[in-house]
């Protein structure tokens, strides 16, 4: 019972955090007070108020809620595609070869940011799966190592890219690829707006079909699905949504393994309750750490930098817990 | 009597793994509504008949046909509704409930989202197995006898007209062992054609209509005349001596032992 009470609650304040999330940043006199005072008009910058609250702010939580809720959801999809629940974009490889594609497409014009992040996001995933695969199965430490593998190649080939870019433009790929929400605007909310929940309405509409996934190939098939189509399909999904929130967000890293795990503790593994749920708390969490990060007047400490410091103990956590050896 | 259509026609049938040949030109039909065993030693492809069988494994030689159907022509929904597959062993990743497992043997009959008539059913199953009290346990923190007959309510929930199992005991201890086989002698009484890969011979015996024995590739039935119990036929199965011992106008056997 009690757990189902938390399941209401992140679904009751995932909006009014969204609204508040609005009056949080470094430009004080635009906080909730200076919003209410413009829209009665009073005050004297009622302009400058709705510039920074509606322009700048307001993509940034879209884009912040919708790249939370499109990784949570990808990396709780790939953990059932994979029957591996160490797994996420970002130990998949997705992430490092979707930056590399969105560098690339940054540095040399020659596809669309989105477009390339997808390609290479999907090249990655299908490097690291046959790279692990072997008799037909993919061992949950052989898809982690190969994961290694294939995002220090993606991140190599990354490094080329920012040697041979410009010293201005080499400074806002850093900035980037280190998971970044603060250039955030309504252009690139745009952009990304439709990939994101596309991927993420796909493996909402199969999240049941992931309970028979998750079960094994020989149950699935017996059971009259298509385990190769689903898995196909959910693998291009969660990479569409991921590669989108990497192109516009930077490597988010492991977000997409800790948010699943958070959210199995409150609706369990049945991914009927677990995707949506990951979706919203996913959105909110990255929402809260976002704004965290922008509370620090001044200097904003990159995103991704937060999620890997709390991502890092939560792997260590969870291989100890599921005991994952080298004989899995 | 009209003949009904055997639930399997199997013809020709050869399967090798890369080089190595396991079946070779097998011709058998399988009756509908019976309880049906299939004995032999390890690695003589028993196993890989029953997942030939389920269409797990691609029928490249030979032509297998249910219910007068080539397999190759009935798609994969359908296929779900003729038959269902046990597998031998089952490793689970994620903590699901019982009840979540067993519904997911209803997925050709939902599609994407369970209805209400798929709990339904998955609620009878599980009370028709006399395992109603697991529903809301979790599936991988159960014992694996539990699992087993868990795995088979999954397989029942499907509503399929044939059940292939592959070693449906092998976890499962002496008493669970008998209530099984009481379950699928009467799910074959009632008209649902049981084909199970078995390791116990008496077992077999003393619960089965038909018997197919599976030796170096070829799969057949004993001779005319010979019971399957016999020891002599056994003999040539099994490389060891059998005693053979009269139960109920049949017979069960132990290995001949000299101390």
């Not at chain 1, 695969?133 to 220090?152: D, E, M, P, Q, Y």
């Not at chain 2, 009597?1 to 049938?13: D, Q």
Request: proline residues 5%; positive net charge; contains cysteine.
């Amino acid at each position: 019972m009690k757990t189902r009470n938390v399941i209401t609650l992140i679904y009751v304040l995932a909006l009014p955090i969204i609204v508040l999330s609005l009056f949080v940043g470094p430009t004080q006199s635009a906080g909730l007070g200076a919003w209410m005072d413009a829209l009665w008009g009073r005050g004297t910058n009622t302009d400058l108020v709705f510039t920074v609250i509606y322009q700048i702010r307001l993509p940034r939580v879209l884009l912040t809620f919708l790249v939370g809720g499109a990784l949570a959801v990808s990396g709780c999809s790939i953990q059932a595609v994979f029957r591996n629940p160490l797994t996420d974009p970002y130990i998949l490889g997705l992430s490092s070869g979707a930056a590399f594609g969105a560098a690339l497409a940054l540095a040399t014009a020659w596809l669309p940011v989105q477009l390339s992040a997808f390609v290479f996001g999907l090249t990655a995933v299908g490097m690291s799966f046959f790279m692990a695969r072997k008799n037909n199965t993919v061992a949950i430490v052989s898809l982690i190592l190969s994961g290694i593998i294939v995002s220090g190649i993606f991140t190599s080939l990354l490094a080329i890219v920012q040697y041979f870019s410009d010293p201005f433009r080499l400074q806002s790929i850093v900035h980037w690829t280190m998971g970044n929400l603060h250039l955030a605007s309504a252009t690139k909310l745009k952009m990304a707006v439709f990939p994101l929940l596309l991927g993420s309405a796909t493996i909402f509409v199969y999240r049941w079909r992931m309970n028979l996934i998750a079960l094994g190939d020989d149950e699935a098939r017996s059971s009259g699905i298509h385990p190769g189509r689903d898995k196909a399909i959910l693998l291009i999904a969660a990479t569409l949504a991921s590669s989108s929130a990497v192109a516009v967000a930077g490597i988010i890293g492991l977000y997409g393994l800790i948010v699943p795990h958070i959210v199995r503790m409150f609706s369990g593994p049945d991914n009927r309750q677990a995707v949506p749920l990951n979706f919203v708390f996913g959105g909110t969490f990255l929402l809260l750490i976002d704004d965290l990060s922008r509370s620090f007047a001044g200097l904003e400490i990159p995103i991704g930098v937060f999620t890997m410091l709390l991502g890092g103990p939560v792997f260590i956590y969870l291989m100890k817990k599921n005991n994952i050896g080298w004989n899995d | 009597m009209e003949r009904l259509t055997p639930a399997f026609n199997v013809e020709n049938l050869s399967f090798s793994y890369r080089e190595a040949l396991v079946l070779s030109d097998v011709q058998i039909e399988i009756a509908q509504g019976k309880l049906l065993f299939i004995l032999g030693r390890n690695g003589s492809g028993k196993s890989t008949f029953l997942r030939l069988l389920a269409g797990l494994l691609p029928c490249r030689v030979g032509v297998i046909q249910v219910f007068g159907r080539d397999l190759k022509d009935i798609p994969m929904a359908k296929r779900a509704k003729m038959f269902g597959f046990l597998n031998q062993q089952h490793q689970a990743v994620f903590p699901f409930t019982v009840e979540d497992v067993v519904l997911t043997g209803r997925a050709s009959y939902a599609g994407f989202s369970p209805k209400k008539a798929d709990f339904e059913v998955v609620r009878e199953t599980l009370e028709k197995m006399e395992i109603g009290y697991l529903r809301n346990r979790i599936y991988s923190e159960l014992s694996g006898g539990e699992q087993q007959l868990v795995m088979l309510a999954r397989v029942l929930a499907q509503q399929p007209r044939i059940l292939l199992l592959d070693e449906p005991t092998s976890q499962l201890d002496f008493h669970h062992q008998s209530y099984l086989f009481s379950l699928l002698r009467t799910f074959a009484n009632a008209g649902l054609t049981v084909v199970s890969v078995l390791h116990d011979p008496n077992l077999a015996f003393l619960f089965g209509d038909d018997f197919l024995f599976v030796k170096e590739g070829t799969i057949f039935r004993p001779p005319n005349g010979i019971e399957p119990w016999d020891a002599g036929f056994l003999n040539e199965i099994y490389p060891c001596e059998f005693q053979s011992v009269p139960f109920n106008d049949r017979a069960v056997v132990f290995p001949k032992i000299t101390l």
